[in-house]
């Protein structure tokens, strides 16, 4: 017998919002009775594979954007150089594209270069390695 999943407090907390998306999108791709009657169980899934793939890959995206857009409210530490303590501003972008377990990840990650050691560096990162 299967084992029932356990998922994160994160998960847990949308998981009735989950539940209907699933709905509404089974309602949109298979109609209100479902599959067809002859469809088999690895064409189901082969698309509902598809539409995790892409709904991952939209939310990473998504959500990588957004935390590199807060980087004027990020904590102290990130918008101080590794290497001296100078606060410093980020006003360039760097683009970033990355290969994930959930697939590619890409998004713009502020840029600065600190006056005094003259190193450039990405913020999102307090010390190399991190």
């Known amino acids: 017998m299967?084992?029932?999943?356990?998922?994160?407090?994160?998960?847990?907390?949308?998981?009735?919002?989950?539940?209907?998306?699933?709905?509404?999108?089974?309602?949109?791709?298979?109609?209100?009775?479902?599959?067809?009657?002859?469809?088999?169980?690895?064409?189901?899934?082969?698309?509902?594979?598809?539409?995790?793939?892409?709904?991952?890959?939209?939310?990473l995206a998504q959500a990588l954007a957004r935390q590199a857009a807060a980087h004027d409210r990020s904590p102290d530490a990130y918008r101080r150089c590794p290497s001296c303590g100078q606060p410093l501003a980020c006003p360039d972008a760097n683009p970033r594209l990355l290969r994930t377990d959930a697939g590619e990840a890409r998004w713009s990650e502020p840029e600065g270069t600190c006056d005094r050691c003259r190193r450039a560096f990405f913020p999102s990162v307090e010390e190399p390695g991190h």
């Open 2 to 59: 299967a084992r029932p999943k356990t998922h994160t407090k994160e998960v847990e907390t949308v998981r009735p919002y989950l539940q209907g998306v699933a709905k509404s999108l089974v309602d949109r791709l298979y109609g209100p009775d479902g599959p067809a009657w002859g469809t088999r169980l690895s064409a189901i899934e082969g698309v509902l594979l598809e539409l995790r793939a892409v709904l991952t890959e939209e939310m």
